[in-house]
């Protein structure tokens, strides 16, 4: 329970000012299939202050391109520029920035971003698109953040559906949608390398370029990510072993290509492609304990995707598109172990290779100025095989049908009505999940918004299908190899197979407006919520400890705030979220579960207050800085907060710009947050980068 603070935060948030997302227009090229939006009295020409920019737009939360006056539920848009001018490191850390949205880590090194803190170690309930693209593992349902074949240099803009989007993206977006959308071969022509090297031996190295001629356009970009990870775990104590040597660093490169080719007037193909390849290391001591582990278990990564998507425009209120694209997602991790007790060594490994198909149709009609429909299908195919978590493999499959209904009666009044219809074969049914709002606005460049939603979540295939063992090979010495080689060893678990949906009803009130204030603009979203969430599948996910069953509810109410103000040379952004929730044990009481503990882990990642405060500032000579606090409170292990610093200049030439930049994280807090392992060495960490454009 977590109330003591509510009404004093909500009226001292509400009178320091309340933000909002800073959002440019939407590139007419975006990989989004949208239609301009309808006109309104809210949008338009009216909506155009000192920077020139019309009322915020969002491309991805009904699927159509809609001003946020229209949108059905609060969405947060990132821009790429913010990014890089706040100096964002690593890619989860950009979530941060999203109220209600919280960071951690995991096992050795592993990031986790969760949204209302609802999540195990694996991240599950949360749709994560790049492109269109479903960027989440299939058989796993999880986020490999450090993986993601996108560099923070190709980023148009981030923009994040807070709460259940089913109705437009299906049984994953069970809490919300993150849909990254990287930069169009259109704005990315030329050359670029940027170099960046910090603490904890942090090093980037990215280069692109881009080019064209006549309706064909492509880019091309490379980078390599390497990072040492933390520094030491848990201090020993007198007698234990030394950890400080903390094995958890991580090496990945990544090549991609995307183009453009406008056949004509009224059709267009576009193709992505790329590969990963990588390094992520796994500490001995957390993975392998029960096995008595020799070496390390370090994981070999390697990735890759197709994807194109082709376009055709029936009329000038008419579109729809196509779209294909392939995942395969290697994972390969062997290490020795010498099992406790027994006299014999051998290797085991966790080796995963996971595969995605996916089709989509897509059309979008407009059928009066005042009336727009989006509606299409997709189906999908997740292969997945891996003898230690499944003693073999299998495909699960998923179709779906989905609309979202735009109507504008009334100059004042927006409705949206959407739903999926899907079907899967983890639980072999269909479920429905549908979305109503009502948009209304008070006064000019101000709407107020309600919506009601809900949706589903089925149980993945390693939730449902698991079968978990490890199995010997190499034995030594050989008096054991007809006793043990080929031969599962240690713990075994083994999936019920019997676990059915989570469910979700969400109810939303949310504000929207804009404001002139003096020479620049004022932009503030408030969002309040009231989310009841059911039979989630709670427990514990381990090979000598199996409890994962349909467990807990929850019931989680609260408010979030987002506030922009820019001026020509100065920005600035305010994120606040404020959430109580109540939490129930509502499963079996068998042997080895533990209510109380099953319903603390679905607090691992939850807050009480979490925010987010950015200060942008431009000076003469291209000089310009930023400032950015992050603070997270009762989190699992103490509180996080964290003031980012960052000094960068611009030196121009007539066909070159040189960027250099130098970046300071100060943590405020010496206890890591989150895991107890993740600790490092002093509070302060440095970061310095050079870029070329030509």
Known sequence: MMKDCFPYTVTTSLLFAVTATHAATAPPDDPTDTLPPAPSSVAGTEGEFVMERPMPEVLSTARLRQPKSRVPGATTVIQGDLIRQLGVVDLWEIFRLVPGMTVGYVGSNKPVVSYHGT???????????????????????????????????????????????AAAYGINAFLGTINIITKSPDSAQGAHVNVGYGSDNHRDIYASVGAGRGDFQYHLSFQRRDDDGFDYEIEPEPGEPDRSDFHDSYRYQFANVDAIWRVNPSDSVEFWAGVTDGTDEEDKDIIGEAFGSVTEPDIMVDD?????????????????????????????????????????????????????????IQDTLAFTPD??????????????????????????????????????????????????????????????SPRVSANFQIAKHQTLRFVVSKAVRTPDAFEQNADWGYRASDVTPPAFVPLVEGQRIGPQA???GDLHEERILSREISYFGQFRLGDGLLSTEIRLFDDNLRDLLSGTLNVDDWTLENSVDLDQKGIELENSLEFRDSKFRLTYAYMDQDGRFVGDTGPGIDPQRTVEQESRLTAQHSGSLAWIQRYDFDIS?????????????????????????TFRWPDQTVDVALLMQHQIHDSPPQSLNNNVRGRNQFFAEVGLRF
């Open 304 to 360: 890759y995707y197709l994807q194109t998507k082709w376009t055709h425009q029936v009329n000038p209120r008419h579109r729809f598109h196509v779209q294909v694209n392939y995942q395969q997602y290697k994972r390969r991790q062997s290490w020795r172990v010498r099992p406790l007790g027994i006299g014999f060594e051998a290797t085991t490994n966790q080796d995963l290779t996971e595969s995605r198909v996916e089709y989509q």
């Open 371 to 432: 009336t727009r429909l989006v509606s299409g299908g997709t189906y999908r195919e997740d292969g997945y095989h891996s003898d230690t978590f499944f003693n073999g493999g299998g495909n699960t499959y998923q179709g779906r049908l989905f609309f979202n209904l735009e109507h504008s009666p009334l100059s004042w009044l927006t409705l949206n009505g959407g739903a999926s219809l899907e079907k899967t074969s983890d639980l072999d049914d269909t479920f429905f």
């Open 494 to 496: 083994m999936a019920t």
């Open 119 to 165: 999540v195990a170690y694996d991240q599950r309930r949360l749709q994560v698109l790049i492109d269109g693209r479903t960027a989440y593992k299939p058989s796993l349902a999880d986020v490999d953040w450090h993986a993601m074949p996108v560099a923070l240099e190709d980023i148009q803009r981030i923009e994040i559906s807070r709460g259940p989007n």
């Open 625 to 649: 800085s930023a400032v950015t606090y992050y603070m997270t409170d009762r989190f699992r292990n103490g509180d996080y907060q964290r003031i980012d610093g960052r000094l960068s200049k």
